[in-house]
T-cell receptor, first 114, second 114 residues
Framework: ETGVTQTPRHLVMGMTNKKSLKCEQH?????MYWYKQSAKKPLELMFV???????ENNSVPSRFSPECPNSSHLFLHLHTLQPEDSALYLC?????????????FGDGTRLSIL | DAKTTQPPSMDCAEGRAANLPCNHS???????VYWYRQIHSQGPQYIIH???NNETNEMASLIITEDRKSSTLILPHATLRDTAVYYC???????????????FGQGTTLQVKP
């Protein structure tokens, strides 16, 4: 139990569907992140939120739309995805502002695009 | 953030110490060394981090050379459950105007054998 919960764990969707991934952290952290991990590739940072404000968008296509309504919740809204978007999507949180804040990860959502 | 170099794979006998090396020759004075691991089908798990002093916690020890250009993660008594991909990452600490992002490489796949 890492304190970061992601739902659903698995998601299969068609290219024309709209779905959302949810992340909730129970650690009282003030920063949250979305990462993408494709097969045989390192994790890639997608978005960073600090105190609910987006501070980084790592050139992510607009078919991925993040939302951070409060410091404990983070969503990733998906629409019109492509087969190459099939991957493990990981959420993480950290307490920024202190020295050497580690990130804590959820177990991810395994996304398959048909 | 500075880049790191790790061997792609290592084997270790169960019960023996696993020593995982990492080179970070371009590390800056304000960059921390972090270690994470990822067990199959799970999110990355934070292990330990340090700035310049050696660190130890319940999971592992981190030995950083005096010039800070390399480090070693030590798992003192490896078990089969320690089989995972281990990532060495350097990044600046918070408060330095950075977004707290982690840049993952390919890591070292550690196989613990009976």
């Amino acid at each position: 139990e890492t304190g970061v919960t992601q739902t659903p764990r698995h998601l299969v969707m068609g290219m024309t569907n709209k779905k959302s991934l949810k992340c909730e952290q129970h650690l009282g952290h003030n920063a949250m992140y979305w990462y993408k991990q494709s097969a045989k590739k390192p994790l890639e940072l997608m978005f960073v939120y600090n105190f609910k404000e987006q501070t980084e968008n790592n050139s992510v296509p607009s078919r991925f739309s993040p939302e951070c309504p409060n410091s404990s919740h983070l969503f990733l809204h998906l629409h019109t995805l492509q087969p190459e978007d099939s991957a493990l999507y990981l959420c993480a949180s950290s307490q920024e502002g202190g020295a050497g804040a580690p990130q804590h990860f959820g177990d991810g959502t395994r996304l398959s695009i048909l | 953030d500075a880049k790191t170099t790790q061997p792609p794979s290592m084997d270790c006998a169960e019960g023996r110490a696993a020593n995982l090396p990492c080179n970070h020759s371009t590390i800056s004075g304000n960059e921390y060394v972090y270690w994470y691991r990822q067990i199959h089908s799970q999110g990355p798990q934070y292990i330990i981090h340090g700035l310049k002093n050696n660190e130890t916690n319940e999971m592992a020890s981190l030995i950083i050379t005096e010039d800070r250009k390399s480090s070693t993660l030590i798992l003192p008594h490896a078990t089969l459950r320690d089989t995972a991909v281990y990532y060495c990452i350097v990044r600046v600490g918070p408060g330095s105007g950075n977004t707290g992002k982690l840049i993952f490489g390919q890591g070292t796949t550690l196989q613990v054998k009976p």
